[in-house]
């Protein structure tokens, strides 16, 4: 029996109080998180709810909630589509390998070298904001990231002999990705899907920070941040729940993702 | 002839400059029942040769010559006949069994999946015929052992099954490339009982590819010495053994464990002659 890393524990603790959280949004919030209540406004924790209430009086646990839906269905709606997309690219790049594969990671290369923020205003600018413009915009940023990682991890199952032997069984390269490569870098990329959406749920904050994220009044930890900026010296408490709640969010992914890297690779648990 | 190489030279293409030339003209013949032990140390192209009796050389490598199979040239096939030819044809032993053998695969449907692939039979009729085979590379408690992942086995075992993935189709060829060279010395004599078995029993023809003389001794009736690409020397294994017409031979010979050269009454050259 393997022990189990605490990373994990830890990691895969706060992400399911996380999921449930924003599941839990959908049908119950103490509040209704969008509701003014403009007598509560800028109180403090305890006085004006659990986590106080904002400048208009909306209670911050409830808003936190439903942001936390709003911020899981960007971040896991970017690694559907940036994950498919790049896992495919990588895996055909390291079936084909010559000219195609070169071709691949060189666009790569260049999706990578644009910062998400930029593409984000970039694609604002041609689409439009709201919530689709920061998908498309987080999943650009995760494509070459997935690309990247199934590439290396495909090429070194493809040396292996038991690709040889599926060749010589007269097997083609789609036959031999989808039922010998993907199965044997499932791990990789199960790993890469916990740390990215740790990183799409900041861009996600990043993004709504500055207005380009899903529009008001739906609740959003980026945008609550950027409300609470102003009242930074009357209302500190303003700034606190959705900053954390940023924190932990990725700190949990991250030693989710760490945890699961740990427990299927043995090599480098020992080294550490 | 089953198996008919003619002048085989195989060059790999630089990236800038000429070719390189890494297998300079074999030729040999094999027939059925027949075990040719192909001997010789690193780099001395027995690997390339055997990728390329089975046409699974990288895109570098330009085959030259002749590689007739049953009276067709391989060399000349086109990719989709030939895809049809290995496996159910040609079978292939690897060296390392920890490789051979894919970890997120029963190894049940391992070897069921190169049946199903090649004979229009159901799932279950593969599962018996795999069953069946992993009895006769005397896999113990194979009923059990069919529902295994590769690293629930030993490497003893796990050579077994890559053996049984190389007979499900019943070849005419089965080229071995060190068999076993990363087992240990019993194991290694239990499978080269069953590899010495199977091509009795069933009349293929064998190839065993090695750079332990103790191996060939004990499995090949014929044995090909090969440096650098060259043939060096060919003939009943027997003959090369105990009488080496080439100085190479010799020197593989006597790069043996004393104790391991006593068994074959050869008298190595002494220092200082030239090899």
Not at chain 2, 46 to 59: F, N, Q, R, W, Y
Not at chain 2, 65 to 93: A, Y
Not at chain 2, 127 to 152: C, F, G, N, T, W
């Amino acid at each position: 029996m393997k022990k189990i890393p605490l990373a994990l524990i830890i990691g895969g603790s706060i992400t399911a109080v996380l999921v449930t959280a924003a599941i839990l949004s959908r049908f119950w919030t103490p509040v209704d998180p969008t509701a003014i209540n403009i007598p509560n406004r800028l109180k403090g924790p305890g006085v004006g709810g659990i986590l106080g209430a904002d400048h208009f009086g909306r209670d911050e646990l409830s808003m936190i909630m439903a942001g936390a839906w709003t911020s899981l269905g960007i971040a896991f709606s970017a690694i559907a589509i940036g994950g498919t997309a790049g896992t495919v690219l990588g895996v055909a790049a390291a079936a084909r390998r010559g000219r195609f594969e070169a071709l691949v990671m060189r666009f790569n290369d260049v999706l990578f070298a644009f910062p998400p923020v930029l593409s984000a205003i970039l694609l604002a600018a041609i689409l439009g904001g709201g919530p689709l413009t920061t998908i498309v915009a987080i999943a650009l940023f995760m494509i070459p990231v997935f690309a990247r990682v199934t590439r290396s991890a495909a090429l070194q199952i493809w040396a292996r002999d038991y690709i040889l032997a599926a060749r010589m069984a007269g097997k083609g390269g789609t036959r031999i990705t989808v039922e010998h490569v993907i199965p044997n870098i499932a791990a990789q990329i199960i790993v890469q899907i916990a740390i990215q959406t740790g990183l799409g749920i900041l861009t996600e904050a990043g993004l709504s920070f500055l207005g380009l994220g899903v529009a008001p009044p739906t609740p959003s930890w980026g945008r609550m941040l950027a409300d609470a900026q102003t009242y930074l010296s009357t209302a500190p408490h303003m700034v606190l729940a959705p900053g954390l709640a940023i924190c932990i969010a990725v700190l949990g992914l991250n030693l989710l993702g760490d945890g699961l890297r740990d427990l299927t690779d043995p090599r480098r648990r020992q080294a550490t | 002839m089953m198996l008919n190489i003619r002048d085989l030279r195989v060059s790999f293409q630089n990236e800038s400059g000429s070719p390189t030339e890494v297998v300079h003209g074999i030729s040999l013949s094999l027939d059925k029942g027949e075990t040719l032990g192909i001997v010789g140390e690193s780099g001395s192209g027995k690997s390339v040769l055997s990728l390329a009796t089975i046409g699974l050389l990288p895109k570098t490598a330009k085959p030259t010559g002749e590689i007739l199979f049953n009276g067709d040239d391989l060399l000349k096939m086109p990719e989709k006949r030939l895809s049809q030819l290995r496996g159910s044809k040609i079978g292939m032993i690897f060296q390392e069994p920890m490789t051979a053998l894919n970890p997120a695969m029963r190894v049940g449907n391992q070897i069921a999946e190169g049946l199903r692939l090649h004979r229009s039979i159901s799932r279950a009729e593969a599962q018996a015929e795999a069953l069946r085979l992993l009895d006769m590379v005397q896999i113990p408690d194979a009923k059990r052992r069919i529902e295994s992942y590769p690293h629930e086995m030993s490497g003893g075992q796990r050579q077994r099954v890559g053996i049984a993935i190389a007979l499900a189709l019943k070849p005419d060829l089965l080229i071995a490339d060190e068999p076993t060279t990363a087992l240990d010395v019993t194991v290694q004599a239990e499978i080269l009982d069953i590899l010495d078995d199977l091509v009795s029993e069933l009349g293929i023809a064998l190839i065993l590819i090695s750079h332990d003389l103790g191996v060939i001794a004990r499995i090949a009736d014929r044995t090909l010495v090969m440096y650098r690409g060259n043939e060096m020397e060919q003939g009943e294994t027997e003959r090369v053994l105990r009488q080496p017409g080439h100085d190479y031979t010799r020197k593989l010979l006597s790069a043996l464990p004393r104790r391991a050269r006593a068994g074959l009454d050869f008298t190595p050259p002494a220092p200082g002659e030239a090899p």
